[in-house]
Structure formats: structure tokens, C-alpha cells
Nanobody, 122 residues
């Protein structure tokens, strides 16, 4: 019904930048929130940033001033621009969408992507 696909991960040196993209598709009426989470080995998944359909955004303290989340509502796509990357940013990054779908009936649906790996290392 709804598919979420992340892309843009990879390996980068400390201080470098990456841009993650998450696209949602399927029987979507609207998407309330699109969020990025991350999970490092042995650690719990944590919220990185969230963008609401109206334009408001929230960031975890550990990325403020370095990461920027943005949305293209027409494309059901969210981006995460990551600058000044640190080794501790190494993790699998996951996209979560909180959508209203219309198949088989109107309802709220939360869908996660499969994740994309970000590795920051010299």
C-alpha cells in the first residue's frame, strides 16, 4: 500500500557532507510527518529530525546546526542534508512516514523504510 525508500548513504570522512533522500509512494492521501531516525550498533533507534506537512521541523540536540531536514510535499519526499559529519554519526538511517492512506479505507498508517548506512571514518 505504501512504500518508503531511502537513498544517499555512504562513507565519508569526518567533516564531510551527505544528503539522504526518502521517497514515499503508494495509496497516500497525505503525509503528516516525515522523520529520520538512526540506529548505531548496540544502541537504540533515535530520532534525528522530523518535518511536518505544514513546514515545522524538529531536531535532536546532537544534530542542531549541522543537519537540515526538508520536504517536497508534492513528491512525498524528505531530505536530510548532513554537514560537518562526525564519527559518532555513523549509523543506519531510517525514514519514517506517518501518512493518511485511502486503501482499503481512509486511515492513519506508519511506515518505515529499510534504512541506509552512513559511515563517517578517516
Amino acid at each position: 500500500q505504501v512504500q518508503v525508500q531511502e537513498s544517499g548513504g555512504g562513507m565519508v570522512q569526518p567533516g564531510g557532507s551527505l544528503r539522504l533522500t526518502c521517497a514515499a509512494s503508494g495509496s497516500i492521501s497525505s503525509i503528516k510527518y516525515m522523520s529520520w531516525y538512526r540506529q548505531a550498533p548496540g544502541k537504540q533507534r533515535e530520532l534525528v529530525a522530523r518535518a511536518a506537512s505544514g513546514g515545522s521541523t524538529n531536531y535532536a540536540d546532537f544534530v542542531k546546526g549541522r543537519f537540515t531536514i526538508s520536504r517536497d510535499n508534492a513528491k512525498n519526499t524528505v531530505y536530510l542534508q548532513m554537514n560537518s559529519l562526525k564519527p559518532e554519526d555513523t549509523a543506519a538511517y531510517y525514514c519514517k512516514t506517518e501518512a493518511v492512506v485511502y486503501v482499503p479505507y481512509y486511515r492513519n498508517l506508519e511506515v518505515w523504510g529499510q534504512g541506509t548506512q552512513v559511515t563517517v571514518s578517516s
